[in-house]
T-cell receptor, first 120, second 113 residues
Framework: GAVVSQHPSRVICKSGTSVKIECRSLDFQATTMFWYRQFPKQSLMLMATSNEGSKATYEQGVEKDKFLINHASLTLSTLTVTSAHPEDSSFYIC????????????????FGPGTRLTVL | AQSVSQHNHHVILSEAASLELGCNYSYGGTVNLFWYVQYPGQHLQLLLKYFSGDPLVKGIKGFEAEFIKSKFSFNLRKPSVQWSDTAEYFCAVMMDSSYKLIFGSGTRLLVRP
């Protein structure tokens, strides 16, 4: 089956530093990757959609200069939290899908295991 | 605003009990509906999905869900739960055939042996 990995699984950083989270599709090519954020006991909230070779599309209220997304290849998207602050502490989850497959938007999104970010 | 509601935040059942988890959404247009499960320490996995056709959808591990358009609901059911069903369950809705998923807040299910 399709596998999506994230690295690191946990990261603790000091306030003001930047943190990069990687999302990889291991056995398929992902034309599109999605980044979600999950607060404790709350929903997954879509932050942005990352398309290979083009700029990410951010959801309303998400600061694109704060959360930098790069989707440089069909198997890798990165989310960089710049100048992190304690309020950025959260669980970040990515998902991936291949729109080129027959069925297009009806294809399943495959989720990564998530990255827990703690900003001190 | 478009939203997805899961009314039960925590459910505790004994093995062999029947399960029904509620999911309602607020949107009048075309929807695609999903239930995901997250077992402890694991990824989100797709349980079942509805795009069109028969509103009663069967998924993996004996789960099913029924889309009732008039009630804007997509409740998840299983006739007899097992201890291994202990997990968190998320309802998600894709509106107007867009690619974006809007998730409910999740329901934590604990099945006691």
């Amino acid at each position: 089956g399709a596998v999506v990995s994230q690295h690191p699984s946990r990261v603790i950083c000091k306030s003001g530093t930047s943190v990069k989270i990687e999302c990889r599709s291991l056995d398929f090519q992902a034309t599109t990757m999605f980044w979600y954020r999950q607060f404790p006991k709350q929903s997954l909230m879509l932050m942005a959609t990352s398309n290979e070779g083009s700029k990410a599309t951010y959801e309303q209220g998400v600061e694109k200069d704060k959360f930098l997304i790069n989707h440089a290849s069909l198997t890798l998207s990165t989310l960089t939290v710049t100048s992190a602050h304690p309020e950025d502490s959260s669980f970040y989850i990515c998902s991936a899908r291949d729109f080129r497959l027959a069925g297009g938007i009806y294809n399943e999104q495959f989720f990564g295991p998530g990255t827990r970010l703690t900003v001190l | 605003a478009q939203s997805v509601s899961q009314h039960n935040h925590h459910v505790i059942l004994s093995e062999a009990a029947s399960l029904e988890l509620g999911c309602n959404y607020s949107y009048g247009g075309t929807v695609n509906l999903f239930w995901y499960v997250q077992y402890p320490g694991q990824h989100l996995q797709l349980l079942l999905k509805y795009f069109s056709g028969d509103p009663l959808v069967k998924g993996i591990k004996g789960f099913e869900a029924e889309f009732i358009k008039s009630k804007f609901s997509f409740n998840l059911r299983k006739p007899s739960v097992q201890w291994s069903d202990t997990a968190e369950y998320f309802c998600a809705v894709m509106m107007d055939s867009s690619y974006k998923l809007i998730f409910g807040s999740g329901t934590r299910l604990l099945v006691r042996p």
